[in-house]
């Protein structure tokens, strides 16, 4: 190991107390000391001379901690471009030092204690110890011993402290006393290997002092520093070999790299930066992803370099991807719009860094790879921040507000790296055809954001059937995970695979379904009802449909025609693909459930319950053809209603399903009626067939008085009119009814119309 040799005469004394009127003094005045100090406004030797005495040798004011603030002012002359200021800076720093540990030694009077508290720090330690190692380079002989000498000193100091900080019991005490009574120390200034002396101060040193080491040793290496660069090097190298010890606060150090990297071009000193950076993204990748985004969430020229820097090896790309998408995806950790930096800033943060990414060719081929997973990812963040941003400024802002505080919107950013993406991988057509149908412009939006993502997984369902069926794959895991602002953007891309004949279906993705047909989120909800009607469409999956009949038949008393609608196509084709014997079980149930929604307002759900009701008649067999003859008696005066549906098609199908209807009851005289469509002849001949239930028919036509219907309301004052005079055996009383019943014809029952009205009239006329 080299040693040092004996300073020259030339070279002041180290530990020489500064004299008055002596060089010191025009250093002292260029040096800065505290802004609160009279030096500044007197321009008088004598005055500063009187000044500089009464600090230093004044035991009221001559503090252990007023010399610490004086170590810190001189710390920046340590680099000064003038050896000279350098040599007076670390002469100085030195003299300091040792009146640490014995004032009295350099003619510094002190009162009281001047050692540290138990709760104390000694003041940017770990700086000191860095500028003074860096100090040390072999390129100045003055400086270089005057900084070992105070390093010497400096850890004496610090074995002085940490052995009063210990209790006597601590194993490490005993060892500590000797070493610092022994005076043991002095082996350091032996020492020229810079990290040597690093590690041995490590062992003292508190971990934000072992990053202020780490910070000084990457501040010195800027091309502007005249610090050894090798030396500063050699410090980074001893920190990355224990990493636990001296890396432990990644942030400040990413900060630091950030703010020196674009100023630091030496080969050296930028190998051991990109060495630093590969060693924190292998080490503690999850810290380094988001101390970076949150230093830069804009992502600068200089943390993009960083991010391509820690990307280049092979083996870091796919970590610090999973990493970024982790920050997308894991916006809502404890509830619903909990907004603070992690869920929702640095979500962003990562989208910004994905989209630039995208834009490096570099970057586009390794992106390829990891497709899906970047892909869905963006998608996400797009509908995550709409639905926060509806309801940040509901609450919050309007919407001009929110875009003057948020000039780009983090949408843009989102959608801008999706098509640098698709193009990357090669789907130039899916950005034209969107582009075309105005789905980038829809994506923008709060309101049409869904659209566009509508528009952007139909596009995505025309893809190669391998990336088809990645993302097929994909989307059930993000599926069966149930995480909120997930489901509904991924059922929207699910749904649509579900319509690729290519890719594979089973039973899961009917339990996959069934999880979510009672999702509080109508779109959702509606998603997975068009879902499961695509899969109800084929034979194999129709079959193994039994799973959800109970579920879908419960839909059919939701308020929503939609899912309504949806519900009563997945019968329909059930029953189509569904053996007679194997229907016939579910045909009981959907009858009663259709009653009701043969008169709703939507004339789409009318036709469609109709059609269905017919084909579950034409379905049933054996033993439930008797319980079926009741269900149809109850749906026989709604059918002969709507054959007068101002809709022609619910009237077709009305008079389709009471034909049908006729021919399970064995009505041939109905059956006749309903082949040629004589409506007004099927009213008498329901009343006269079957006059045991003319009162439970009379009950099935009073809501048709007040219909929306005009037509239905007018056949159901003739029917109803028709009740109290069709058993009449007097041939004149039947023929008032039907002059009654041609005047009431062209009437318009108000809100007040009743039966008992109605029947009062005609008996009044009968007693004329």
């Known amino acids: 190991m080299a040693q040092f040799t004996s300073p020259g005469p030339e070279c002041s004394a180290p530990g020489t107390a500064p004299q008055a009127g002596s060089e ?6 260029c040096l800065g000391f505290p802004e609160s100090s009279e030096w500044r406004r007197v321009k008088d030797v004598s005055i500063l001379d ?51 540990v014995s004032p009295s030694s350099v003619g510094v009077c002190v009162s009281g204690n001047h050692h540290l508290g138990e709760e104390e ?24 011993f005057a900084a070992a000498d105070a390093l010497r000193y400096l850890y004496k100091f610090t074995l002085q402290q940490r052995s009063r900080t210990l209790s006597k019991c601590n ?29 041995v101060f490590g062992i003292y040193l508190q971990p934000s002092e072992r990053t202020d080491v780490v910070l000084t040793a990457i501040d010195a290496m800027r091309d502007s520093s005249i610090c050894d660069k090798q030396v500063a090097c050699s410090l980074l190298y001893m920190a990355m070999r224990d990493p636990a010890s001296w890396l432990m606060d990644t942030q400040k150090i990413l900060e630091c790299v950030h703010r020196n990297m674009e100023f630091i071009c030496t080969v050296t000193a930028r190998h051991s930066l990109e060495s630093l950076l590969f060693l924190l993204i292998k080490w503690c990748p999850k810290d380094t992803v988001r101390s970076l985004l949150k230093i830069t969430p804009s992502c600068d020229s200089t943390a993009l370099a960083m991010w391509e820097v820690m990307l280049s090896l092979p083996s870091t790309w796919e970590t610090i991807c999973n990493e970024l998408l982790s920050v997308i995806q894991d916006q809502l950790p404890q509830g619903r719009f ?24 570099i970057c586009q081929e390794k992106l390829k790879a990891l497709f899906t997973k970047v892909f869905m990812a963006l998608v996400f963040q797009i509908s995550y921040t709409a639905e926060f941003l509806q309801h940040t400024m509901e609450i919050f802002w309007t919407y001009s507000e929110w875009h003057q505080a948020n000039q780009r919107s983090p949408f843009r950013f989102a959608v801008e790296a999706i098509k640098a993406l698709l193009c990357a991988a090669g789907y130039e057509e899916h950005v034209l055809s969107i582009q075309k149908e105005g789905g980038w412009d829809m994506l923008l939006g709060t309101e049409t954001h869904h659209r566009g993502i509508s528009l952007l997984a139909r596009e995505m369902s025309k893809s190669p059937v391998d990336q088809r069926s990645s993302m097929f794959q994909h989307l059930q895991g993000i599926l069966c995970c149930r995480k909120e602002f997930q489901i509904t953007f991924a059922m929207t891309f699910y749904v649509e695979l579900l319509a690729c004949d290519d890719l594979e279906k ?16 109508h779109i959702t909800q509606a998603l997975v009802f068009r879902g499961i009607v695509t899969l109800s469409e084929k034979p194999e999956m129709a079959r193994e449909m039994h799973i959800l009949l109970s579920d879908i038949l419960r839909t059919l008393n939701s308020c929503d025609t939609d899912i309504k609608t949806k519900a009563l196509l997945v019968f329909r084709n059930l029953l189509r693909h569904m053996k007679r014997k194997e229907a016939s079980h579910i045909t009981l149930q959907l009858a009663g459930k259709l009653l009701p929604l043969i008169d709703d307002e939507s004339s789409q759900l009318r036709e469609l319950s109709i059609c269905l009701f017919r084909d579950i008649v034409e379905t049933v067999v054996g033993r439930d053809k008797r319980r079926m003859k009741k269900k149809i008696r109850r749906v026989l005066v709604p059918l002969f209603f709507h054959m007068n549906d101002q809709t022609e098609s ?34 008498e001949t329901l009343l006269v067939q079957d006059r045991r239930r003319m009162e439970e028919y009379l009950h099935h036509s009073l809501p048709y008085l007040k219909d929306a219907q005009a037509t239905l309301r007018v056949e159901a004052i003739r029917f109803i ?35 008992r009205r109605l029947c009062c009239g005609l008996c009044r006329d009968r007693e004329r």
């Open 24 to 29: 010191w003094f025009p250093l002292v005045v």
């Open 50 to 100: 009187n000044w500089l005495k009464d600090f230093l040798f004044n035991p009221s004011s001559s503090s252990l901690l007023e010399r610490q603030n004086f170590l810190q002012v001189l710390l920046p002359f340590t680099e000064s471009q003038r050896p000279d200021e350098r040599e007076k800076a670390v002469n100085i720093i030195n003299w300091l030092i040792r009146s640490f």
């Open 121 to 144: 720090l000694f003041q940017d330690l770990g700086r000191v110890v860095g500028r003074l190692i860096l100090c040390c380079a072999p390129n100045n002989e003055m400086i270089r």
């Open 171 to 199: 194993p490490e005490h005993p060892q500590l006393q000797r070493e610092w009574e022994a005076g043991s120390a002095s082996w350091l200034s032996w020492y020229c290997d810079g990290s040597d002396i690093a590690m």
């Open 338 to 361: 909990n907004f603070t930096e992690d869920t929702h800033g640095l979500p962003s943060a990562a989208t910004k860094v994905l989209c630039k990414l995208t834009q490096q060719s």
């Open 506 to 521: 089973d039973l899961s993705d009917l339990v996959l379904l069934q999880l979510y047909m009672t999702y509080p989120c």
């Open 650 to 683: 619910v009237a077709k199908a009305s008079g389709e399903a009471l034909l049908t209807c006729a021919d399970l009851l064995k009505r041939k005289k109905l059956k006749q009626l309903a082949q040629t469509k004589q409506t007004w002849r099927i009213g």
């Open 721 to 755: 009119a028709l009740q109290p005079l069709v058993s009449d055996a007097e041939p004149s009383v039947r023929s008032l009814a039907t002059q009654t019943l041609l005047i009431l014809a062209p009437l318009q029952p108000t809100s007040g119309w009743s039966l």
